[in-house]
């Protein structure tokens, strides 16, 4: 029997990337047997942002107070990240994007079966990379690169494919009460916020499964 595993995350959320390593960490311990189903759904911090997004120092002077602040804050996020083989350069990225775009081709990457390395993709390119994929055309390489087909990015992108899907996924993020990302549904009936440690998830996948749980010895 597959475990289903939805993540509800938005790509410029540090904690997001923290919490797929560690889930990636949980899954990779599971016996060979049991299939897993990652699917990433789509949540906006920032919805009424910019089309072409912002600099990213106003944002997060407005959103923490202080330029010093927010150093401080992504300094912690840093020495997290580090502990889990991610290398946060949070100096390189002078954009907060807008990530509807980002969120469409992630719709898109789930029907092309490659949705993971889309979203692995995203990640590295706007947090290690400092890449601002609110520029349509840097959005498109980076996706591209992952393996999604380029000339469907294109006209997803030209269209208004993907935000219907993206109203739904809000609608389930509702109806669990999400307040914030990273958050993960394990079967429909198990569900955990932030980016829990690996045994975390092992847990919860035990109770998700039942008795039908085995790990890799």
Not at 83 to 94: K, L, M, P, Q, V
Request: with cysteine; charged share 30%.
């Amino acid at each position: 029997m597959a475990l289903h595993i939805d993540v509800i995350s938005d790509v410029i959320c540090p904690w997001c990337y923290i919490g797929k390593r560690r889930l990636e960490k949980a899954v990779a311990t599971l016996d060979r047997q049991r299939e897993v189903r990652v699917r990433w759904l789509p949540f906006q911090l920032n919805p009424t942002m910019a089309k072409d997004g912002i600099s990213c120092r106003d944002y997060r002077i407005k959103k923490f107070g202080s330029w010093k602040r927010s150093q401080e804050l992504d300094a912690k996020v840093v020495a997290v990240g580090e502990e889990e083989g991610i290398h946060f350069a949070f100096d390189r990225i002078e954009r907060t994007p807008n990530t509807l775009d980002p969120h469409r081709l992630i719709w898109l990457a789930d029907k092309q079966g490659v949705q993971d390395a889309v979203v692995e993709a995203l990640f590295r390119a706007y947090f290690t990379e400092g890449q601002d994929i609110s520029n349509r055309q840097a959005l498109i390489d980076v996706v591209a690169e992952a393996g999604l087909d380029r000339h469907q990015a294109e006209a997803v992108l030209e269209s208004d494919d993907g935000q219907e899907a993206i109203k739904e996924a809000g609608e389930q993020a509702r109806r669990f009460r999400v307040g914030g990302v990273p958050f993960f549904i394990i079967d429909d009936k198990i569900t955990m916020s932030g980016a829990p440690p690996p045994e975390s998830f092992l847990e919860a996948f035990r109770q998700a499964v039942g008795g039908d749980f085995h790990q890799m010895t």
